[in-house]
């Protein structure tokens, strides 16, 4: 079940919390010489840019955590579909056994039953339909944890590296030195947070 995510690091303004600034240039075009942070701890092996990039949707999906939140949501829909099937197979059994039944009764009486059983058709197609977006609240919700538990990692990055921002690499229309780390990031991150699975979810 794999769905386009919104694009959370715009909504919680991702490139503004981390750079300091007001928001970020849908042009960035990074000067000749940037200056580096002070006190900023530079690395060998660390890009050494003034903006960083970075692919949001790469960032999650090819993490740890997110590879475990698609496993299973993976899981849980395959689950759904199997119970929608069932739930699907037994209302034609009922609708087509209520059809036959229709020439031994009267009017008012089979009227009284469909009536009865498209009110529960339509209570369990709400039901299922609830089920479906609280699996994909499921997927929301983990993306909103993943980019909280990541912004520490991320600045560290900014910090060794001495960058003012990180910027969505999609959202950069031209830069003169801007330096990809979506998979320096994940390697952190990964490092960091593991899959981000519970104790409990461990064992199962």
């Known amino acids: 079940m794999r769905r386009t995510a919104p694009s959370y690091w715009a909504a919680l303004g991702v490139a503004i919390a ?92 089979f009227r009284a039953l469909a009536d009865a059983f498209d009110q529960k058709v339509q209570e369990t197609r709400r039901r299922q339909d609830q089920k479906l977006r609280e699996i994909n609240q499921m997927g929301e919700d983990a993306r909103r944890e993943f980019i909280a538990a990541s912004l520490p990692v991320l600045q560290q990055i900014m910090r060794e590296t001495g960058a003012g921002a990180i910027l969505d690499h999609a959202s950069v229309f031209l830069s003169a030195n801007a330096a990809d780390i979506t998979s320096l990031a994940i390697g952190r991150i990964d490092e960091v947070l593991g899959d981000g699975a519970t104790d409990e979810e461990s064992e199962r």
């Open 18 to 109: 981390l750079s300091g600034a007001g928001t970020a240039p849908a042009l960035a075009q990074e000067p000749a010489s940037p200056a580096p942070n002070a006190g900023a701890e530079f690395q060998l092996g660390l890009p050494q840019s003034g903006i960083l990039t970075i692919q949001p949707d790469r960032l999650f999906s090819e993490s740890a955590f997110g590879k475990r939140v698609e496993r299973e949501i993976e899981a849980e829909g395959a689950v759904l579909t199997a119970e929608n099937r069932r739930i699907e197979a037994e209302l034609r059994a009922e609708e087509l056994e209520l059809t036959e039944r229709r020439s031994d009764m009267a009017p008012d009486a």
